[in-house]
């Protein structure tokens, strides 16, 4: 959720560090319950082993993207204050970025339209600097 301290800095997470958890333990649970609760249908070896086989695959064909997604999905955080825009990466350090005002070359805000219900909107940051590459800038030259 985005918060403006006391300072008047914007904190913005992406995403929430619960969703990643919340994945994680979703998945380990397919994976484990049904695993757990169908392996008698498997083995010993019968003739509705394979029956049960595919059904442990179908939940761990769920599962295992589910923990994947928790694990090594975008924990990005952004702090927007007064003359710059700080970006971490919470699991690579070496992936921080400080912009500054001569840094930035310009924002564009784009309208997402929705099928359903109201339409989201994205912004996004050009860099001046072609080498900054992040997941939310774009340089014209890597569009």
Same mark, same amino acid.
């Given at each position: 959720?985005?918060?403006?301290?006391?300072?008047?800095?914007?904190?913005?997470?992406?995403?929430?560090?619960?969703?990643?958890?919340?994945?994680?333990?979703?998945? #380990?649970?397919?994976? *484990?319950?049904?695993?757990?609760?169908?392996? $008698?249908?498997?083995? &010993?070896?019968? @003739? !509705? *082993? &394979?029956?049960?086989?595919?059904?442990? /695959?179908?939940?761990?064909?769920?599962?295992? &993207? @589910?923990?994947?997604?928790? /694990?090594?999905?975008?924990?990005?955080?952004?702090?927007?204050?007064?003359?710059?825009?700080?970006?971490?990466? #919470?699991? *690579?350090?070496?992936?921080?970025?400080?912009?500054?005002?001569?840094?930035?070359?310009?924002?564009?805000? $784009?309208?997402?339209?929705?099928?359903?219900? @109201?339409?989201?909107?994205?912004? !996004?940051?050009?860099?001046?600097? @072609?080498?900054?590459?992040?997941?939310?800038? $774009?340089?014209?030259?890597?569009?």
């Amino acid at each position: 959720m985005d918060e403006i301290d006391g300072d008047g800095l914007l904190q913005h997470d992406i995403p929430a560090p619960a969703l990643r958890v919340g994945l994680v333990a979703i998945g #380990a649970f397919v994976v *484990s319950i049904a695993t757990w609760e169908l392996y $008698r249908g498997v083995w &010993p070896l019968n @003739a !509705t *082993s &394979p029956f049960f086989l595919c059904l442990i /695959l179908g939940a761990w064909s769920v599962g295992v &993207p @589910a923990i994947w997604g928790g /694990l090594t999905g975008p924990a990005i955080h952004w702090t927007v204050g007064s003359g710059r825009i700080e970006i971490v990466e #919470a699991f *690579s350090q070496a992936r921080h970025h400080l912009f500054g005002p001569d840094q930035i070359e310009r924002f564009e805000t $784009r309208k997402c339209p929705a099928m359903e219900g @109201a339409s989201n909107w994205r912004v !996004t940051m050009t860099a001046r600097d @072609a080498t900054l590459r992040h997941p939310r800038l $774009r340089h014209p030259q890597h569009r």
